[in-house]
């Protein structure tokens, strides 16, 4: 008997069902935090930011499952392994956290957008291969970048300057 042959046990079944059906639930964690994070900074800005990277995410996501019409892993022929969408709408939250509000965001949310992809390789009839998974996160990524620019609390900067009867006044305003 053969590797390729040899059937999971029940105890694998269950673990690997377990590892799909949190990976299911946490793909949606990076965006909801996003979404959380905009309303407690009333970032209005960021809300319109979001919105876009979000629906070019899932439109460049279906618009290339649909194109491109590949096989999944396990056999099943329904043609919609390439880009994995679990895995490109979880970095897409977890880049706009990062880009947005910087690393302190970004890293708990690539940790999750990470094991949203780990899931979709590890959990039940192997949904994806490796491929599908970095251009999920590929997708999900690059949609974020078009469109979201850091935030800036303090948008206006003064400095006042003085020495030997010279006086210097700066007004810095940030985009």
Known sequence: ?????????T?????????????????????A?????????KDKKGFWQLSKSLG????????????????????RTDGHAF???HTSFAFQGASFLQKRYGWKY???AYLVAGFVGYSRLEGVNDRH???????GAAVGIGSTYLFTTPYLE??????????????????????
Not at 33 to 41: E, F, Q, R
Not at 129 to 135: E, F, H, K, Q, S
């Open 1 to 9: 008997m053969s590797f390729s042959q040899q059937k999971d046990t």
């Open 11 to 31: 105890r694998e079944i269950r673990m690997e069902t377990h590892i799909q059906n949190i990976g299911d639930y946490a793909q949606y964690a990076p965006s």
């Open 33 to 41: 935090v996003s979404l959380i994070t905009i309303l407690a900074k």
């Open 56 to 75: 070019t995410n899932l439109t460049a996501t279906w618009i290339l499952k649909y194109a491109i019409n590949k096989p999944r892993p396990e056999g």
């Open 83 to 85: 880009p994995s969408g």
């Open 106 to 108: 970004g890293v708990p």
């Open 129 to 135: 291969d490796g491929w599908d998974i970095l251009a």
């Open 154 to 175: 303090e948008h206006f900067e003064l400095s006042f300057d003085s020495g030997n009867g010279s006086y210097a006044m700066g007004i810095v305003y940030k985009f």
